[in-house]
């Protein structure tokens, strides 16, 4: 098989905007209890303080003869927030929303399981502020699954608003974190290629009251 390299590192970084832009979202503890606790209301408006994306992508692609992946991870913190929500119970508003990034995409290549080549590649870009609301319900006493996104993110097709899905909310003073996650598999062709992509990503969103 020849160098595929570029193919699954592109394959790869485009999951660090997955967590903003996922149309797969769901509620999750993320395997344990959040120390904080879920006792506390959403409602309200609260400051965004930031948002923690931690991603794993695994692109495998077969001639029928050679297999190639590659494992890409990632774990960022953005920067430059601004902007707050505001809850009141059905709608989520969002004012001035906006952050950049930067963030290095680890990967690792593999030929037919064993590792051959590895790259870090720094990723950056910048939401300017903008202005979002979308409605939301109460789906557990800690958790809220919102109809269309209130972020904008920036990927390889330009600035697009994220799409709806579920987040776990827990308190802890006046500060409210919203934890989702997106899951994501495919396969299909590439220039005559099978190609698997199996992404997972975490959002926390960190808020504090008003």
């Known amino acids: 098989m020849k160098n595929k390299t570029p193919f699954l590192l592109l394959g790869s970084i485009v999951l660090l905007f997955l967590v903003s832009c ?40 077969t ?7 590659s494992v890409t991870t990632s ?14 119970g059905s709608t989520m508003t969002g004012t001035n929303i906006g952050y950049s990034m930067d963030a290095i995409a680890h990967a690792l ?3 037919n399981g064993v590792l051959d080549d590895s790259l870090d590649a720094p990723i950056s870009a910048v939401i300017p502020s903008t202005n ?17 996104g209130v ?20 308190f802890n003073g006046d500060t409210m974190t919203m934890r ?17 992509t199996t992404n997972h990503a975490v959002q926390i969103i960190t808020l504090k009251k008003q």
């Open 22 to 61: 996922g149309k797969e979202k769901s509620i999750d503890t993320l395997g344990g209890t959040n120390n904080a606790g879920s006792t506390g209301s959403e409602k309200g408006t609260w400051k965004l303080l930031n948002m923690h994306g931690i991603t794993t992508s695994i692109v495998e692609i």
């Open 63 to 69: 001639d029928g003869v050679d297999n190639a992946t």
């Open 75 to 88: 774990d960022y913190i953005t920067d430059n927030n601004t902007g707050t929500l505001k809850f009141d």
């Open 109 to 111: 290549f593999y030929t």
């Open 132 to 148: 979002t609301s979308a409605t939301y319900k109460k789906v557990a006493a800690d958790s809220i699954y919102v109809n269309s």
């Open 151 to 170: 972020f904008t993110t920036v990927g390889t097709n330009g600035t697009t608003q994220s799409a709806g899905g579920g987040y776990k909310l827990a």
């Open 180 to 196: 989702a996650t997106v899951d994501q598999s495919k396969v299909e062709l590439n220039m005559g290629l099978t190609q698997r």
